[in-house]
């Protein structure tokens, strides 16, 4: 079928020549019209940067155009961006009887699709968080599916997190639940994708690609287990290839993966709450999302610091023995306050007699009051040793590690045990940070739903430069909301006052004194 052209009368050719640069208005567009040494050149007036005029731009004879408010340039023939960063639209030119006629057809869709992408593709590489926006919206205007830039950033992404998952792409998924929640406001929308995708190249801005074995083998979860404890990241890496190619589902390879994240105390329990994000991630976007994000989540394990070989919970094996030789302990959060890591598991295994999910719950609770009094003096404190380094963020995983032990052992309860002296772990981890009194009169809401709406309204415009930050608030706040459902008003109470305090305090997130110090402590050892 032949393409139907758009032309449209512009100009009269004589009042270019008089004027050389022109505007003009063609059905809803301004197109600037220049006169160049190359003959007359049609382009979108409005920057691609921040949509100034580009009739008011400087052109050189070489047909190079300098929008003059922020310098960037671009080729007047072929639309390519020399400096600066998206690619300005140009139009085909006819003078016909001595009048200037425009072209103004749209590309074809998959045309139009290619270009976006590829120049959000530029946008992040260079982490250009406004332009990501810029392409993302322009996507979203051109009618793509939204959620076709989360599986791109995820193809652009995978390969270049050297040691597997971060935060980012935990963050997508809890981005990608707020973005289901705003289905009737795209600016809102538009907030989520671009915080998701942005995250994410952060993350991998200027990294090179780490590859991963393209060799695929039978899924065995028993020898696939052992492939992570070993460290083995070729033979994991292939195994899940292989369960991908013999068409294995995520729910297949769900259990060999919470045993795997839960073997250890592993990277502080990121395994296991990554985990659960993958669930929610390939959930949502497809099967195409499911072996970038196995691997690079597998790749995570391999690399996992297993903190219970370090000497400060070493105890945890030793207490994973003794489950079930309880001393008939009931469980109450009370028991776990301000008690060491060693004395945490203590209690916990004196419970172990209870149904899991009640010492699950006093323990979310231990975990919530350590958020709710963490000593906000351990920030400025300077002269302490690395062992000291200790802020929100670690505070905050105390809750949202609790939510998917949660998830996982309710389909795996065999492994309670692990995932509840894990807990333990992260009390005590904390807890000796933190302040006698609990001020919960002072963070406490009348209406815990109508400030968890708040407080997920703030994560929608939250104004951290960081996203590592960002992240936080947003899965603990969804964390917080989840566990809440579960629990009695009063302990939800303590949940939300927890969380709202997180959200209030000021962030210490550069301690420029306290290592320098400690840097000066530890090269005089050397
Ligand atoms: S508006 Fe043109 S370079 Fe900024």
Request: hydrophobic letters at 40%; a negative charge; proline letters at 3%.
């Amino acid at each position: 079928m032949a393409e139907t052209k758009n032309w449209r009368l512009a100009l009269p050719l004589a009042e270019l020549e008089k004027l050389q640069v022109k505007m003009v208005r063609i059905a809803s567009k301004q197109i600037a019209l220049f006169n160049t040494p190359e003959g007359i050149k049609a382009c979108d007036n409005r920057c691609p940067h921040e949509g100034y005029p580009l009739s008011e731009g400087s052109l050189s004879q070489d047909c190079i155009l300098t929008c003059n408010w922020h310098n960037w340039k671009f080729d007047l023939v072929s639309g390519e961006n020399l400096l600066g960063g998206d690619r300005l639209r140009t139009y085909p030119v006819e003078i016909r009887e001595n009048e200037i006629w425009v072209d103004i057809t749209e590309l074809p869709y998959p045309e139009r699709f290619s270009a976006i992408t590829n120049s959000l593709h530029d946008a992040f590489d260079d982490y250009s968080y406004d332009r990501i926006a810029r392409e993302i919206a322009r996507l979203i205007r051109l009618g793509a599916d939204p959620f076709d830039v989360l599986r791109l950033a995820i193809e652009w992404s995978w390969q270049k997190m050297e040691f597997g998952w971060t935060h980012a792409y935990a963050g997508m998924a809890d981005w990608l639940v707020l973005y289901d929640e705003h289905r009737d406001d795209n600016e809102l929308q538009l907030v989520c994708l671009v915080e998701a995708v942005s995250h994410v190249a952060y993350d991998v801005l200027r990294e090179q690609d780490y590859a991963f074995t393209t060799e695929a083998t039978a899924f065995d979860e028993a020898a696939f287990l052992n492939d992570i404890e070993t460290e083995n990241e070729d033979a994991a890496i292939a195994a899940i290839r292989g369960g991908i190619r013999d068409n294995l589902q995520f729910d297949d390879f769900e259990p060999a993966l919470t045993r795997a994240a839960l073997a250890h105390y592993n990277s502080f329990g990121h395994a296991l709450i990554y985990l659960t994000k993958a669930k929610s991630l390939i959930g949502r976007l497809g099967r195409v999302a499911m072996e970038p994000l196995l691997l690079s989540l597998v790749r995570g394990f391999i690399y996992a610091s297993r903190e219970d070989k370090i000497p400060e919970f070493r105890g945890y094996a030793a207490q994973l023995q003794n489950w079930g030789q309880d001393s008939g302990q009931k469980p109450d959060a009370r028991q776990w306050r301000r008690q060491s890591i060693n004395k945490s598991m203590q209690v916990t295994v004196a419970c172990s007699a209870n149904p899991p999910e009640t010492i699950y719950q006093a323990l979310l609770l231990a975990n919530a009051i350590n958020l709710l009094s963490f000593d906000i003096a351990q920030q400025d404190k300077v002269q302490v040793t690395v062992s000291g380094n200790v802020g929100w963020l670690d505070f905050t995983h105390g809750l949202t590690f609790a939510n998917a032990v949660r998830k996982q052992c309710s389909r795996y309860p065999d492994l309670w045990p692990q995932a509840l002296l894990q807990m333990a772990c992260f009390n005590g981890r904390n807890a000796g940070f933190t302040n006698t009194e609990i001020d919960l009169e002072n963070w406490k809401s009348d209406d815990l739903d109508q400030q968890m709406n708040h407080l997920l309204d703030r994560v929608m415009d939250h104004g951290q430069g960081e996203h590592i930050v960002s992240v936080h608030l947003l899965k603990t706040a969804l964390a917080v909301r989840e566990e809440i459902a579960i629990l009695g008003i009063s302990d939800a109470e303590i949940l939300v006052a927890a969380l709202t305090r997180f959200f209030d305090s000021p962030i210490k997130r550069r301690q420029a004194r306290r290592t320098a110090h400690q840097s000066l402590q530890f090269v005089s050892k050397e």
